[in-house]
């Protein structure tokens, strides 16, 4: 009895940390939300859906590997260069930290768009704007499916959990 609900907190502590952890570049989002149902799974409140974690971990799996694939691949897609993806992710890196929670999208536009402007022997002579824009666009696009499968994954813990 103790246990479980020792579990269940953890579970929503994971899922809380898994939800700012859609935000936060350090911090697994899903993988995290993932192992709040896992600790979930072993109470005893938890239904029978045993192919619910089976499904959602392969989901949490494949959109951590699509969030770390997506930014680039965007980026490269609207002209970006090499340095304009590591001034994103520089900016990324340094905007968690310095303007909370705006920095996240703002510092990685403008570590983008001065990572192309440096990008003086460009032999593709890319849009720096539209490339600063993509890096943008991959990761909203990135953070929109994590915080999609974080949520997913809470619904079906408070499904489990409380609602059967």
Same mark, same amino acid.
């Given at each position: 009895? $103790?246990?479980?609900?020792?579990?269940?907190? &953890? @579970?929503?502590?994971? /899922?809380?940390?898994?939800? %700012?952890?859609? $935000?936060?570049?350090?911090?697994?989002?899903?993988? &995290?939300?993932?192992? #709040?149902?896992?600790? @979930?799974?072993?109470?005893? !409140?938890?239904?029978?859906?045993?192919?619910?974690?089976?499904?959602?971990?392969?989901?949490? &799996?494949?959109?951590?590997?699509?969030?770390? *694939?997506?930014?680039?691949?965007?980026?490269?897609?609207?002209?970006?260069?090499? +340095?304009?993806?590591? #001034?994103?992710?520089?900016? %990324?890196?340094?905007?968690?930290? /310095?303007?909370?929670?705006?920095?996240? $999208? *703002? *510092?990685?536009?403008?570590?983008? &768009?001065?990572?192309?402007?440096?990008?003086?022997?460009?032999?593709?002579?890319?849009?720096?704007? +539209?490339?600063?824009?993509?890096?943008?666009?991959?990761?909203?696009?990135?953070?929109? %499916?994590?915080? @999609?499968?974080? #949520?997913?994954?809470? !619904?079906?813990?408070?499904?489990?959990?409380?609602? +059967?």
């Amino acid at each position: 009895m $103790i246990l479980d609900y020792f579990l269940i907190a &953890l @579970a929503i502590i994971l /899922l809380i940390l898994g939800f %700012l952890g859609c $935000i936060m570049p350090i911090i697994p989002g899903p993988p &995290l939300s993932w192992l #709040g149902l896992l600790a @979930a799974y072993f109470t005893k !409140y938890w239904g029978n859906a045993g192919n619910i974690l089976l499904w959602t971990g392969v989901l949490a &799996l494949a959109v951590t590997i699509i969030d770390y *694939v997506l930014p680039i691949w965007v980026t490269k897609k609207m002209g970006g260069t090499k +340095r304009g993806i590591w #001034g994103a992710t520089i900016g %990324l890196a340094v905007g968690v930290f /310095l303007l909370p929670p705006f920095g996240i $999208i *703002v *510092v990685p536009f403008v570590g983008a &768009l001065l990572g192309e402007y440096s990008n003086k022997h460009s032999e593709t002579k890319s849009n720096p704007w +539209r490339s600063a824009t993509g890096s943008l666009l991959g990761f909203l696009l990135g953070t929109g %499916l994590k915080f @999609a499968t974080s #949520g997913i994954i809470a !619904y079906h813990f408070v499904v489990e959990i409380f609602l +059967r």
